[in-house]
């Protein structure tokens, strides 16, 4: 699973538990002391059946092995079919900056493991190989067909049978909405069992859930950078940002957030975005589609109605939507 930045919660008032899974912090708060030890282990408990299911760095995975037999539909879990369901929600959702096909450019990149193990390396990152392409629309003149890499469009679903064909000569990758999707479940799911309010945050993504309307949240590049605290009231948070997660080829800076049209990394303009929307999930898609976006993501974000924080490359922020929360 990939992560982008953490955001503090600065409340050592309420009961508070965190922990590293997934190469990052999951921390899980409650206004009831006594829901805090089963919550944090049912937390663990799904982070566990999402990871079997959609983890490429667990051999067994099921995302893994829809890879390894693209081109052909495998049966997945009802919890594989609503992580792919989201997925492909977000991937229109966003036109397609935010698409889960992008697998084979994370490993030619060299995220082929978990981040902690990915190492520095004199070698030049690969050119991308040639994808298959798809027929398009047909023009009104019938002379000519528009042609587009395989992508996200492609993948094939069907919820009802629990069958998933990944299209050949590309492989899918969740961690841009398993996670946030991850925190969204976790803090519904503890709100209706214990009945109290709760903040689930796994690795900058964040959803809280609950009568309680005033989750003060530290927002920040880094751990250590300066941040800026807000106020969270419902829904999720999550921050993307190129500023962690790097490693280098060739001497050249590599980061985990790819450009789906070009399969490099996001050069654009902005470096980190913070969104605050009805739901981790989508706060996750507008910020991760905010770096793809560059120059097009404030209009762009404007029309999806959320609130957004956004550093540029020199370090300028600029807000919209009524930011701060």
């Known amino acids: 699973m990939t992560a ?3 955001s503090r919660v600065p409340q050592a008032s309420l009961p508070t538990a965190t922990w590293s899974d997934w190469s990052c912090l999951v921390r899980v708060v409650v206004t009831d002391a006594k829901a805090l030890e089963p919550a944090v282990n049912d937390v663990r ?4 059946r999402v990871e079997r299911a959609a983890s490429r760095f667990l051999t067994e995975s099921e995302i893994n092995w829809a ?5 052909r539909p495998v049966a997945i879990s009802r919890t594989m079919v609503h992580l792919m369901e989201t997925a492909l929600t977000e991937a229109r959702r966003s036109d397609g900056a935010l698409d889960p096909t992008v697998g084979r450019d994370l490993v030619r990149l060299g995220y082929d493991r978990d981040i902690h193990f990915v190492m520095d390396s004199s070698d030049e ?6 994808l298959a392409m798809r027929a398009g629309r047909i023009s009104a003149t019938a002379t000519t067909v528009d042609r587009r890499r395989t992508d996200w469009g492609d993948v094939r679903l069907d919820p009802f049978s629990g069958l998933l064909t990944v299209p050949p000569g590309v492989s899918l990758d969740l961690g841009a909405s398993a996670k946030a999707q991850a925190a969204d479940w976790a803090a519904a799911d503890l709100r209706d069992r214990y009945g109290c309010s709760v903040l689930v945050e796994i690795g900058g993504d964040l959803a809280v859930a609950g009568t309680k309307r005033d989750w003060q949240v530290r927002v920040g590049e880094r751990v250590d950078a300066p941040g800026q605290q807000v106020t969270l009231g419902a ?3 999550a921050t993307s940002t190129t500023t962690i997660r790097r490693w280098t080829r060739a001497g050249r800076e590599v980061s985990h957030i790819v450009h789906p049209a070009t399969g490099n990394p996001v050069s654009g303009r ?6 605050a929307a009805e739901s981790a999930v989508h706060a996750n898609t507008c910020s991760t589609s905010a770096l793809v976006l560059g120059d097009e993501a404030l ?7 959320v609130a957004a924080r956004l550093i540029d490359r ?3 922020v600029v807000t919209i939507g009524g930011w701060p929360c």
């Open 4 to 6: 982008s930045v953490i």
């Open 45 to 48: 408990a799904l982070m566990n």
């Open 67 to 71: 890879n390894i037999n693209a081109g």
């Open 125 to 130: 990152v690969a050119a991308r190989p040639s």
């Open 235 to 237: 829904g999720g948070l």
């Open 270 to 275: 902005w470096r980190t975005a913070t969104v």
């Open 299 to 305: 209009a762009w974000l404007a029309g999806q109605g």
């Open 314 to 316: 020199e370090g300028s």
